[in-house]
């Protein structure tokens, strides 16, 4: 069974940095995908940022520049480093697997309890 457990949110003020991360386990972690998503209240849920099994990233544009995407296959663990944060940023912060198929990528269907990431202006 999937296991996701993210941890490392918290209060930080416009402009500061924040890391979170995400232990997987019931994967083969150095082979899958992994996603980190995001849920704002009343909006729905968004992928910020992806990597694939080999490390090339992929990010949404209202982070690029600022978050980056990491990954340690000997921990099972996924990163993500938020720079130059903004009070939009602020959200509920979940890792995923990404399941690709032949119609297009989607999140496993499982999560975690999330991490609440809050930034104040």
């Known amino acids: 069974q999937v296991q996701l457990v993210e941890s490392g949110g918290g209060l930080v003020q416009a402009g500061g940095s924040l890391s979170v991360s995400c232990a997987a386990s019931?994967?083969?972690?150095?082979?899958?995908?992994m996603g980190w998503y995001r849920q704002a209240p009343g909006k729905q849920r968004e992928l910020v940022a992806r990597?694939?099994?080999?490390?090339?990233?992929n990010y949404a544009d209202s982070v690029k520049g600022r978050f980056t995407i990491s990954r340690n296959n000997a921990k099972n663990t996924v990163y993500l480093q938020m720079n130059s944060l903004k009070p939009e940023d602020t959200a509920v912060y979940y890792c995923?697997?990404?399941?690709?198929?032949?119609?297009?990528?989607?999140?496993?269907?499982?999560w975690g309890q999330g991490t609440q990431v809050t930034v104040s202006s």
């Open positions: 019931g994967i083969i972690f150095s082979t899958t995908p």
């Open positions: 990597i694939t099994s080999d490390g090339s990233t």
């Open positions: 995923n697997v990404v399941v690709v198929t032949s119609a297009g990528e989607h999140p496993y269907n499982h």
